[in-house]
């Protein structure tokens, strides 16, 4: 067996000479045998073996017991070890995990915070339990490749054994092992098809544990490949400020999908499943061009025609706010400077986006100008005509979530100009005019909302 590991430990690169490898020990069968095989291995390997144990605090004095075994164990063996604790239940509690989850959470923290290779004492019959669990949940292919040799810092030196070729080493060699009155209970999943399940699948194919073993390795390298496709669509389709649907679009689903899964990924938002890939999927190819999809988290995928944009929440509206001839304003949380511009004799100024010229003896110099989001109905005459105000935005292709943050300029007789569209040609003035100049001016240039 020590053969097979070191054999298999080379084959996946998952140490080099010089390295600390830091096993994680609970006192079980499987982390004992690990610890005594890597021990065997280290010059073989040049690598230097270490132990942690995290004591969960679930089992009382059960718990204590494991702790002081590994501790006597590894002083036996010359084993510098690393302990930590943590309370399980409180965090659960706190979380809303489930016991299992959050004992893992603390137990992976601890070792994570370790700065060296952690190897955890996976087999192959864990391997087997975690694809049917998988599979009894819902899966797809990454979750049929079962437990993955190494990620990130850790390492799985006993992936490629049996816990019966476990057992046989540990007699043969005499190394007593705690075990864990939990692994019995039926009220866990795992337990029951380690009962119930897998002794019937056993019964069909005795070797059930390495053909599944065998399986997730070629699994593996098809995931490997598809996940590869992936990275480079995204690449491919990025943009600065989000991705280009149609660059997406051109590739089959099951590289697609995984860009969008590693896209989604990118916010960290929580609960993300299946179905919200499949929603921003299809949201790629929505003939709508502002189609929103909601997230986890308070996020939302947003259709900008051909871009897709991540964006988080929803953008804040802003309070109307009105000026007279003379006066400015900023309107929060925009970043926009509103002002109204006395001329008597208005000489002619270029309409702009964001300036424009109307004429007074139409508003009065002492009218009040009110600068507010747009309305329904809303409608303004520009060179191609009387056009609603929604209508011109969506000829002008600005994305949905920004129309109603553009300032409109407006008296009790309609609108005046707006925002990022200009002036409203029924009120324009013309040179010898009296006229109010009005223009929106961002306070800073990267908190423009428009381009």
């Avoid at 399940?197 to 995931?223: H, Q, Y």
């Amino acid at each position: 067996m020590r053969d097979k590991i070191l054999s298999w430990m080379r084959g996946q690169c998952m140490t080099q000479p010089g390295d600390t490898v830091i096993c994680a020990v609970s006192g079980g069968a499987d982390s004992v045998c690990m610890l005594h095989v890597l021990l065997s291995l280290r010059n073989t390997l040049g690598i230097t073996v270490e132990a942690a144990h995290f004591n969960h605090q679930l089992r009382g004095e059960e718990s204590d017991r494991d702790e002081a075994f590994v501790r006597t164990l590894c002083a036996e063996l010359g084993v510098v070890l690393h302990v930590d604790n943590g309370d399980v239940r409180a965090r659960a509690a706190k979380t809303h995990e489930s016991v299992e989850e959050a004992a893992r959470a603390l137990r992976y923290a601890f070792f994570s915070s370790l700065p060296c290779l952690i190897a955890t004492a996976h087999t192959q019959d864990d391997n087997l339990e975690t694809v049917l669990l998988n599979l009894t949940r819902g899966t797809g292919l990454a979750g049929l490749c079962g437990i993955p040799p190494t990620r990130d810092s850790f390492i799985r030196p006993m992936l490629a054994v049996s816990r019966a070729e476990i057992e046989a080493y540990l007699e043969q060699n005499g190394l007593p092992h705690v075990t864990d009155s939990t692994n019995f209970l039926p009220d866990a999943r795992r337990n029951r098809l380690r009962q119930s399940v897998i002794p019937l699948l056993k019964a069909e194919n005795p070797s059930l544990c390495e053909t599944a073993f065998r399986m997730c390795r070629l699994l593996e390298a098809d995931e490997a490949q598809l996940s590869a496709q992936a990275e480079a669509a995204l690449r491919q389709a990025r943009l600065s400020d989000g991705i280009r649907c149609s660059a997406l679009t051109a590739y089959p689903a099951a590289v697609r999908t995984r860009a969008v899964k590693l896209l989604l990924g990118e916010i960290h938002a929580s609960k993300l499943s299946e179905r919200h890939i499949r929603a921003v999927d299809r949201l790629l190819f929505s003939e709508c061009p502002s189609a929103r999809v909601s997230l986890p988290g308070g996020f939302s995928a947003q259709r900008e025609y051909d871009r897709l944009l991540l964006t988080a929440g929803s953008p804040a509206a802003f309070e109307p706010v009105t000026l007279l001839a003379g006066e400015s304003a900023v309107l929060q949380p925009l970043g926009l400077r509103v002002c109204c511009e006395w001329q008597e004799n208005f000489s002619e100024i270029q309409n702009t986006l964001s300036t424009f010229a109307v004429k007074c003896d139409t508003i009065g110099s002492t009218t009040q100008i009110l600068f507010r989001p747009r309305r329904a109905h809303d409608e303004m005459r520009v060179s191609g005509g009387r056009k609603t105000l929604k209508k011109l935005m969506i000829d002008r292709k600005i994305p949905l979530d920004r129309r109603s943050l553009l300032p409109v300029a407006a008296d009790e007789h309609g609108i005046l100009g707006v925002y990022g569209i200009g002036v409203n040609l029924d009120r324009a003035a013309a040179p010898g005019d009296r006229a109010v100049i009005i223009r929106i001016e961002e306070l800073e240039k990267e908190d423009s909302l428009y381009d």
